[in-house]
């Protein structure tokens, strides 16, 4: 019988999920990536809050997207080194980094 905890990350996994295809479907080709993070989905993600955090990393691991302001919405941090900005696979490269030394992924 599966515990309450595993039923909550299952519930949150799959309302994620769900998030990330109506940003990634309505989104448009947009660059800006205020507009991007605007979207009532992509806020939602945020209001996630620390629940989206390895839900947002392995995202980042698996298809690098414009998901460092979320993160950093909900962590106060940035590690992403200045030399890296605007570059997607350097900026998802130091998150996952990050996520790994928080122990937030393996």
Do not use: C, N
């Not at 939602?44 to 691991?61: F, H, S, T, V």
């Not at 962590?75 to 122990?103: C, F, N, S, Y």
């Amino acid at each position: 019988m599966p515990d309450a905890i595993s039923e909550d990350r299952a519930l949150s996994r799959m309302h994620f999920q769900r998030l990330v295809g109506a940003w990634k479907a309505e989104r448009g080709h947009s660059s800006k990536v205020t507009e991007l993070a605007m979207h009532p989905a992509y806020q939602q993600i945020i209001g996630m809050g620390k629940d989206a955090i390895p839900l947002l990393l392995e995202e980042m691991k698996e298809r690098p997207d414009h998901w460092d302001w979320a993160l950093r919405a909900i962590t106060g941090i940035d590690p992403v080194p200045r030399e890296a900005w605007g570059k997607l696979g350097e900026i998802a490269a130091a998150w996952i980094h990050w996520g790994r030394v928080q122990g937030y992924i393996e």
